[in-house]
């Protein structure tokens, strides 16, 4: 039997993992995608033994996609150089929907052109509300 001061702290910790999750998405759902992204990110290195893997990577590949939709700011370049250094980046070619990120992610952070099929590709995995709308 767990000790009931271990069950409230995990209780502690889930919910705070739970808010600062449901916090980025707000922020992502709101277009405030560089605020979004750090989110996103710090949520993805939360070292904690009840989380899966696949969950965290999840996660940084949101972090990818928000900071692929910010706007260009100092702090956009920033979160973009952590991305790109991520020793988990190269992990986000085996999730489904973020097949193409490590190559956009690659083509922004260098501020080199990105071929068009490359665009389409990466258009597909967004969500409704990260569609420009014209």
């Given at each position: 039997m767990l000790d009931t001061g271990k069950e409230a702290t995990e209780l502690v910790i889930a919910l705070q993992l739970r808010y600062r999750s449901t916090q980025a998405q707000v922020l992502d759902g709101n277009r405030k995608f560089i605020d979004a992204s750090l989110k996103?990110?710090?949520?993805?290195r939360v070292t904690n033994q009840s989380i899966?893997?696949?969950?965290?990577?999840?996660?940084?590949?949101?972090?990818?996609?928000?900071?692929?939709?910010?706007?260009i700011s100092v702090q956009r370049l920033r979160i973009l150089s952590m991305l790109v250094n991520d020793s988990r980046i190269h992990d986000l070619n085996t999730l489904d929907g973020y097949k193409t990120h490590l190559y956009v992610l690659s083509k922004v952070y260098k501020q080199q052109i990105i071929a068009e099929d490359d665009i389409v590709e990466f258009e597909k995995s967004l969500d409704s509300h990260q569609k420009a709308v014209s």
């Amino acid at each position: 039997m767990l000790d009931t001061g271990k069950e409230a702290t995990e209780l502690v910790i889930a919910l705070q993992l739970r808010y600062r999750s449901t916090q980025a998405q707000v922020l992502d759902g709101n277009r405030k995608f560089i605020d979004a992204s750090l989110k996103y990110y710090e949520l993805s290195r939360v070292t904690n033994q009840s989380i899966v893997a696949e969950d965290l990577l999840q996660l940084l590949g949101k972090a990818v996609t928000c900071v692929i939709l910010g706007k260009i700011s100092v702090q956009r370049l920033r979160i973009l150089s952590m991305l790109v250094n991520d020793s988990r980046i190269h992990d986000l070619n085996t999730l489904d929907g973020y097949k193409t990120h490590l190559y956009v992610l690659s083509k922004v952070y260098k501020q080199q052109i990105i071929a068009e099929d490359d665009i389409v590709e990466f258009e597909k995995s967004l969500d409704s509300h990260q569609k420009a709308v014209s």
